[in-house]
C-alpha cells in the first residue's frame, strides 16, 4: 500500500498534469511510496515511472460522458480506498477535492487529506457561471480536508480572503520543475534551424483566450521589424483566430503558430528572450523552464506566478496584461540594452532553483510527514 496516494482527474499533456507525473515520481526519493489514483485515462497522457497507476474509467473525449460517468469513478475511488487504505491522499483540482473529502467522510478508515488548488480561485470562480456552486463546494471540500496547498503565495491570498474562517489550513508550495532535465533535452538538435541575424523570441501553452497570444501578434505588429521573430508552440481552441489575426498583419516581424511539439525545449535554449501573455498564471512552469536555460523572461503581470517567479522584476521583466505597446517596448528595451539582457540571461538558472523537482519534493515531503 502506498504512503500516499494522489488523485486527479487525468494526466492530460498541459500544466497540472505535468506537475503530478513530477512529485508522484519524484516522491518516493524522500522514503514515501506513492500510488496514483486517475479518474479517466486519456489518450498521450504522461507516464508515470515509480508508482502503480489505477484509472477508473476509460478514455472519454467528450465532456457529457464524463460527467454522466463520475458516480461509477466516485465508486471505484470509494473501493480502492477501502481496499489499499494509505496514510494520506493529495488531491488535485476542485472536482477531486471534492470527491475525496466526500469519499473521507464515507470511509470507516482514517487518512490525512490534502487538497491542492491550481488555479487563483478569485479569477477562476468569478469567470464562471457556475462560481456560486464552486465557491460552495471549494469551502465544503476545503473545510473537511485537513491542509489545502496553493501553488504560489497569491493562490493562498485568494484562499484566505476568499474563505477567512479556514485561513489556517492554507499553505502554499510551489511547483517543481525538472531543471536537469530540461537541459538535457534542451541540448536535442532543434527541429528547425535559426535564422541568421533573426532574434527569435518563444512562447510556450494552449492557444486560448487566458494565454492571451492576440497580444504577442499586435506587439509584432507595432515591432515591425524583420530582424525580431516570434514562435508560439502549443495548439488550442484560438488557433485558427490568430493565424487569421497573423495573416491580416503586414508587420515584418514574423509571427509562427508552431503547434504542439514533444519537445520545445531546443528552440527554446536558443531564442532571445521567453514571453508569457497570459491574463491569468497561478504559477507558471514555462517561465521555470525558460530561466533554468538562462534564457531572460518577459512576463504579463498578471495573478500571481509571474511577479513571485520573476521577483517583481528582480529576475524578468514585467508588463501589464494585455498592453501590447508595453510588451512591444519591453522587447525593443532588452535588445537596445544587451548588458540587461545578459544580466538577466546570468542570474536566470539560480533563479530557477528555487523552483527544481528537488527542492519542490523536499517542500512537499516537509508538508506530509507530519500528518502520516
Known sequence: MADVLFVAPDLAPGGVGRCVTF???ALPQEGLETGLFLLRRFNGEYKIRNAPVTHALPAMP???RFRSALPLAFWRLLIHLRNEPPALVCS????CNTLVAVASMLSMRKYATVAVEHNSPWAHY????????KRWLAHFSYSRHDVVVGVSKGVVRDLSTMFPSLAG??????????VDEVRRLASCAPS??????VLQFVSIGRLDALKDFKTLVDAAEILDDPRIAFTIFGDGPERKTLQQRIAASSSRSKVTLAGHVSNPFPALARAYAFISTSRRESFGNAMVEALSLGVPVIAADCPHGPAEILANGRYGVLFPVGDATA???AIRRLIDHRQEHDRLALVAPGRAAAFSLEQHRRNVAALFNPLL
Not at 92 to 95: K, R, T, V
Not at 169 to 178: A, L
Not at 192 to 197: D, E, H, K, R
Open 126 to 133: 468569478s469567470g464562471s457561471p457556475l462560481q456560486r456552486l
Open 327 to 329: 510588451l512591444a517596448a
Open 192 to 197: 528547425t534551424p535559426l535564422q541568421p541575424g
Open 169 to 178: 489550513k492554507f499553505r502554499h508550495v510551489y511547483n517543481g520543475i525538472p
Open 92 to 95: 488535485h483540482g476542485l472536482l
Open 23 to 25: 512529485i508522484v515520481d
Open 62 to 64: 467528450a465532456a457529457w
